[in-house]
């Protein structure tokens, strides 16, 4: 069936400010500092109004039958953006604690997980999970149009018990254009304290899909990692995942990352430099080295490369904390890059994906 123009012409519309807004939230989300909130506020207000006014035409269109399912998932991205801005707004712009606009901006993970489903069926909802800089990027536009493989490999987005009211399992991401023989990078990302896989598979997904790396989400098996007693209940099952994930996949031994942030970046420290294990490359942000490790038990960072992030706003983990860690690790002889960045708070600093995989390649 032909959709009708009606239709068509409201999806034209109502794309480009729906993806557009959701820059917005990438934008505001990068920049949150808790005195800045309501500034960013103000600024994210008026994309939420037009997504709601779009929003409205396309669900009194006249959608054909046979396109119900379409029609429903773009409602529920619009009516989940119109309601993730909203509440950052009212949050940002009440008396609450400042931790209320951070929980705001959590269900930007689960947007993204119902939005991707449609990167194949419209252009622009494909580039817009590419890294920015790449979406006018021909080659890696024609690499997203490669053959659909039927060899029984499963690709794109996957989950092994990891709803998101569940812990110790992991999501993953193979990028839908791996032929199964070419080797790719493995991420392994850690999310942070109160976080789950789900969620922070999203941080590098569009990277992974712009520059083909296969990305492991584990979720920890209580609130948080591994960090806070002497018993790592963690270990073994990232260890299992990774051979799960290496068992099945093209991954290229020579380059496993293990990266996270804030508590999982504390853990990546931990699990990375505590134990053998495969992990070629660390890249924790936001976070500290363990105690554990302070004690003269960073052997394992000699010659180790390690790629350091740390926001010189961090209001939970004083940046002062992460130039003693760098000391530390350069002390003990680690491949240390290490980035300060000025203008970042306590948030997963997304734009540093591209960095770290270059200096992954490296």
Not at 83 to 110: C, K, M, S
Request: aromatic share 10%; proline share 7%; glycine share 8%.
């Amino acid at each position: 069936m032909i959709m009708p123009g009606a239709v068509v012409d409201v999806i034209d519309a109502f794309v480009p400010p729906l993806l557009g807004t959701l820059d917005r939230v990438e934008w505001v989300q990068r920049r949150l500092f808790p005195s800045l909130a309501p500034q960013l506020a103000d600024e994210l207000a008026p994309d939420r109004d037009v997504v709601a006014a779009r929003l409205h035409a396309l669900q009194v269109a006249p959608w054909p039958e046979d396109f119900g399912s379409l029609r429903e998932r773009l409602v529920d991205v619009g009516r989940r953006t119109v309601d993730l801005v909203t509440a950052f707004v009212e949050a940002a712009r009440g008396t609450g604690h400042p931790i209320e606009t951070y929980r705001a901006l959590r269900p930007f993970a689960a947007l993204q997980e119902t939005l991707y489903p449609l990167a194949g069926l419209f252009e622009p909802v494909g580039r817009w999970f590419l890294e920015p800089a790449r979406r006018e990027d021909d080659e890696v536009l024609a690499r997203m149009n490669a053959p659909f493989y039927t060899d029984g490999l499963q690709r794109g987005v996957l989950h092994a018990g990891n709803e998101r009211e569940r812990r110790g399992g992991f999501s993953l991401y193979v990028p839908e254009w791996c032929d199964g023989h070419t080797a790719m990078p493995l991420v392994v990302a850690l999310h942070g304290g109160h976080g789950h896989g789900r969620d922070f598979l999203w941080a590098w997904l569009r990277d992974a899909r712009s520059r083909g790396a296969i990305v492991l989400a584990p979720t920890s098996r209580d609130r948080t990692w591994s960090i806070m007693s002497r018993e790592d209940v963690d270990a073994a099952g990232i260890h299992a995942m990774v051979a799960f994930v290496r068992e099945r996949y093209p991954v290229d031994d020579r380059r496993v990352l293990l990266t996270g942030m804030s508590d999982g970046a504390t853990y990546t420290f931990l699990l990375g430099l505590g134990q053998d294990g495969p992990f070629t490359h660390l890249a924790p942000a936001c976070g500290v080295l363990h105690p554990l490790l302070l004690d003269g038990h960073l052997a394992r960072a000699r010659d180790l490369p390690i790629y350091l992030i740390h926001g010189a706003l961090d209001w939970m983990f004083p940046v002062q904390q992460t130039r003693k860690g760098r000391d530390f690790l350069v002390a003990a002889g680690a491949r240390l890059t290490y980035r300060e960045l000025d203008d970042l708070s306590h948030i997963y600093p997304r734009d540093e994906n591209p960095k770290i995989l270059e200096w992954l390649d490296n």
